[in-house]
């Protein structure tokens, strides 16, 4: 099993429980727009989905590193610009458009995953 890529999903699946953990307690202090919490929610949930999805794949999948790959861009493009955009939608506003193309390498790490090789289940 390729440990970077289980490693990464150990990382950005506890990263992402203190992500919402913060947008759920603590920066509800600091912004007040109801949306732009929806929005940090949003990033977590997505992190914490993807970071599973990558430990999954890193066990039944090990050589499938298209898929791993592509999960990592999706969770660090959708789910990191969407932090810095409710942080401060001023300084980062040019992270708009990354946040869809991170949602793209996400679908295409399901799609790689998909048909990609994989370990033959017993039965």
Not at 43 to 50: D, I
Not at 79 to 89: E, M, Q, R, T
Request: glycine share 12%; with cysteine.
């Amino acid at each position: 099993m390729p440990l970077p890529f289980w490693t990464l999903g150990c990382i950005y699946g506890a990263s992402s429980v203190t992500l919402g953990a913060f947008g759920a307690h603590g920066l509800k202090k600091k912004i007040a727009d109801p949306a732009r919490i929806a929005h940090w929610n949003t990033a977590a949930h997505y992190q914490l989905v993807h970071s599973g999805v990558l430990l999954l794949s890193s066990a039944v999948a090990p050589k499938n590193t298209l898929a791993a790959s592509l999960f990592v861009a999706g969770m660090t493009m959708f789910s990191g610009s969407i932090y810095l955009l409710v942080l401060d939608p001023q300084r980062f506003k040019a992270l708009g458009p990354v946040t869809p193309l991170g949602g793209l390498c996400m679908i295409g790490g399901w799609v790689a995953l998909a048909f990609g090789k994989r370990i033959p289940f017993p039965g």
